[in-house]
């Protein structure tokens, strides 16, 4: 008897912890976002002029950054390489070195991955709809090779109003150095 009311018990905050999360993805869309969602339509899908084998990825990245960037993946919060860098310097994509962003637009979300308002030239980075994990989501690509580089929010500062988190294992980092 008591087994069956624990597991009756586990059973309901089960479907409530469902009920809450179903809730909260239900809220109006931001214009933020739905701008963001509309200029999605508009980028192609072609994976980017840099073309690299996965034979060459595989033998070039860490198992890490391949997953990241070539499956999807995402690094656990907080353990990344620069989620605390803040030096002045250009953050570039892992796979093909394209400057992605600047460390001029990096801010401290709490999140858990590197954030910043803004790419560093819209050329840059590809924005694609991502409707996996039974969320709704903006993918940020590397607009040069296709990487996975994160997803983009609609909870930064202003005047972007946008967060672009980033996995750091998508990203490489060059210091500005002074003479």
Request: charged fraction near 25%.
């Amino acid at each position: 008897m008591v087994t069956v009311t624990l597991l009756h018990l586990v059973g309901v905050v089960y479907i409530m912890n469902i009920l809450r999360i179903a809730a909260h993805q239900i809220k109006p869309k931001s214009r933020i976002m739905q701008k963001l969602e509309e200029s999605c339509k508009d980028q192609t899908r072609s994976s980017g002029s840099k073309i690299f084998t996965d034979e060459e990825l595989r033998a070039r990245l860490t198992p890490l950054q391949y997953q990241v960037t070539q499956q999807k993946g995402t690094e656990s919060p907080f353990s990344g390489e620069f989620v605390k860098e803040m030096s002045n310097g250009v953050f570039g994509c892992i796979v093909c070195d394209e400057k992605v962003f600047s460390s001029d637009s990096k801010f401290e979300s709490g999140c858990g991955w590197p954030s910043f308002s803004d790419v560093m030239d819209q050329d840059s980075v590809k924005l694609v709809n991502d409707n996996s994990l039974g969320m709704q989501r903006i993918e940020a690509q590397c607009k040069a090779c296709g990487a996975h580089l994160g997803h983009v929010f609609d909870d930064g500062p202003k005047p972007s109003g946008l967060r672009y988190c980033i996995n750091s294992a998508s990203l490489n980092f060059k210091k500005h150095t002074t003479v």
